[in-house]
């Protein structure tokens, strides 16, 4: 059973920086592409980054490009999302997830809270 686990979410205030990890366990999943969605309250969940399974492509939601960072080690089966320069609007569930063809895997979500 593959499992998906974050942490790293908190309190901070804006302009600060948190740093998320995703750890995947029951399979190693470096074939698929790996990332972060949000969920703010009252709102849809909404796309934040993603990365290929080697590494070499990553994509950003226009929202947070140049802000946020997404990395992957697939030796250790983990992905993570650096987060700087924080704004209260980036406050939101982050839900972890995997996807290859039509499988995808999600986690359960880290709370983010941004003060101003």
């Known amino acids: 059973q593959v499992s998906l686990v974050e942490s790293g979410g908190g309190l901070v205030q804006a302009g600060g920086s948190l740093r998320l990890s995703c750890a995947v366990s029951?399979?190693?999943?470096?074939?698929?592409?790996m990332g972060w969605f949000r969920q703010a309250p009252g709102k849809e969940r909404e796309f934040v980054a993603a990365?290929?399974?080697?590494?070499?492509?990553?994509n950003y939601a226009d929202s947070v490009r140049g802000r946020f960072t997404i990395s992957r080690d697939n030796a250790k089966n983990t992905v993570a999302l650096q987060m700087n320069s924080l704004e209260p609007e980036d406050t939101g569930v982050y839900y972890c997830?995997?996807?290859?063809?039509?499988?995808?895997?999600w986690g359960q979500g880290t709370q983010v809270t941004v003060s101003s």
């Open positions: 990365i290929t399974w080697r590494g070499g492509s990553t």
């Open positions: 029951g399979r190693t999943l470096s074939a698929y592409t």
């Open positions: 997830y995997a996807r290859l063809l039509a499988v995808e895997y």
